[in-house]
């Protein structure tokens, strides 16, 4: 039974990690529909991890954090719109810069809110986001052995923090905007033939803008799920590498919401594994423990996605006629 065990454990930890990847994901999933290439996700991310914890250090409420998360990562997309579809920048530099401003602006504002500090004041429990089903698993008593077991494994499973099942939400939420709604279907016109899009009355700048804010919005989300729900805090090394991870597991979903979950799904995994690794008897290096989420991650790109083709007009400069 401890098998049982430990894998409730690892697929406990692999939602956990996964959630925060599925956030900014799906912001890439919108995006890059839409034909804006954002790899600025990861700045985007770290900005809405510094805002979420510290709104919610200051305010003693989660939830507020979550959304100022949100809307910081939105304002950073708004910047990347304006450098992009407004002044048709080169999409890539233009996310480079917001991988620059994110982290270097949330440093600075760490330093300015927490007496230089380099890290936010960490949240206790109760300021943390919830976990819906605690309550639920902490009230059950069970005297069997056996039926114990199972109860442990699926309690290390669902009792997750509500950041998880909105992930999970959301997912669906964003396949049902751009496969069954009308707005889904002018992102998804945009991405692929801006121009036809704009002689059947589609405002083609006014799509582009909302898709990329909506973005930055989910990709923040995502920072204050690692920094609230998480970690409790937020740090310079918070967010080192997810964005681009997000971007991936994107690539590895063929720009599909539900693509982009399993491919986030996949790095949590791997992620869940490195934690159960740690805490065994085995004698691996800490360091590559640290690197298998992404070996795991590359070699997954590269050995079974294929050829991946985003939307035709993915990252080309749209200026009206």
């Not at 954090?65 to 999409?91: K, P, Q, R």
């Not at 943390?128 to 009230?139: D, E, G, T, V």
């Not at 791997?270 to 989420?293: F, R, W």
């Amino acid at each position: 039974m401890k098998i049982l065990s430990d894998l409730g454990v690892i697929i406990g930890i692999t939602l956990m990690y996964s959630a925060p990847l599925m956030y900014t994901s799906l912001g890439g999933v919108l995006s890059e529909n839409a034909g804006v290439v954002n790899i600025g996700l990861e700045g985007m991310m770290t900005i809405g991890a510094f805002a979420g914890a510290t709104v919610a250090y200051f305010t003693q409420n989660p939830w507020l954090g979550f959304l100022a998360a949100g809307l910081a990562g939105g304002f950073l997309a708004l910047l990347h719109a304006i450098a992009c579809v407004t002044f048709t920048a080169d999409h890539v530099v233009s996310g480079i810069a917001i991988n620059f401003i994110g982290p270097g602006l949330s440093i600075f504002l760490t330093k300015i809110f927490f007496d230089g500090a380099a890290m936010t004041l960490p949240l206790d429990l109760n300021h943390k986001i919830p976990r819906p089903l605690n309550r639920f698993f902490s009230s059950i008593s069970i005297s069997n052995p056996i039926l114990k077991k199972i109860f442990n494994f699926l309690n290390s499973i669902f009792n997750q923090y509500a950041t998880v099942y909105i992930a999970f939400l959301l997912v669906l939420a964003v396949w049902f905007l751009l496969y069954k709604t009308k707005i889904g279907l002018r992102i998804r016109s945009v991405g692929e033939h801006p121009r036809a899009a704009e002689t059947l009355g589609v405002n083609v700048y006014k799509i582009k803008y909302l898709a990329v804010i909506l973005s930055g919005v989910l990709a923040g989300f995502g920072g204050a799920a690692m920094s609230i729900a998480v970690i409790s805090n937020y740090r310079a090394a918070l967010i080192s590498g997810q964005g681009f991870i997000a971007l991936a597991a994107m690539i590895f979903g063929k720009w599909r919401p539900q693509g982009a979950m399993w491919g986030c799904l996949l790095f949590g995994a791997a992620q869940g594994l490195v934690v159960h690794l740690g805490g065994t008897d085995l004698e691996i290096s800490s360091q590559l423990l640290a690197m298998l989420p992404y070996i795991i991650t590359l070699v997954i790109l590269m050995g079974f996605v294929g050829e991946a083709r985003g939307p035709a007009a993915n990252g080309v400069p749209y200026e009206k006629n």
